[in-house]
């Protein structure tokens, strides 16, 4: 079990635990657009351009982390993210 911790939590270029990181660009977009969508709370075409923005971040950042991600944790959570926004879409 340690050993699979291990390879789901260990960053393979540094050999630290990564759980979390400083949230880059594209996740920086996805929060700033989702406080709008909050305290805002724009109408009309406002609101579909704000909400497009929020999810493009969102869907920017997820497959980033599909593809780029340090560890298999990271990856996985980017996964989790894109298939969430499918079903989302979808419903």
Same mark, same amino acid.
């Given at each position: 079990?340690?050993?699979?911790?291990? !390879?789901?939590?260990?960053?393979?270029?540094? =050999?630290?635990?990564?759980?979390?990181?400083? @949230?880059?660009?594209?996740?920086?977009?996805?929060?700033?657009?989702?406080?709008?969508? !909050?305290?805002?709370? @724009?109408? +009309?075409?406002?609101?579909?351009?704000?909400?497009?923005?929020?999810? +493009? =971040?969102?869907?920017?950042?997820?497959?980033?982390?599909?593809?780029? +991600?340090?560890?298999?944790?990271?990856?996985?959570?980017?996964?989790?993210?894109?298939?969430?926004?499918?079903?989302?879409?979808?419903?």
């Amino acid at each position: 079990m340690v050993r699979l911790l291990d !390879w789901f939590f260990r960053d393979s270029r540094t =050999g630290r635990i990564v759980i979390g990181q400083f @949230p880059n660009a594209p996740l920086w977009v996805f929060v700033a657009a989702a406080a709008v969508e !909050w305290l805002v709370q @724009p109408a +009309g075409v406002a609101a579909t351009l704000v909400h497009i923005v929020k999810v +493009g =971040g969102l869907l920017v950042w997820a497959g980033d982390e599909v593809l780029r +991600g340090v560890n298999t944790w990271r990856r996985c959570l980017g996964a989790g993210v894109l298939i969430y926004l499918a079903v989302s879409a979808v419903a």
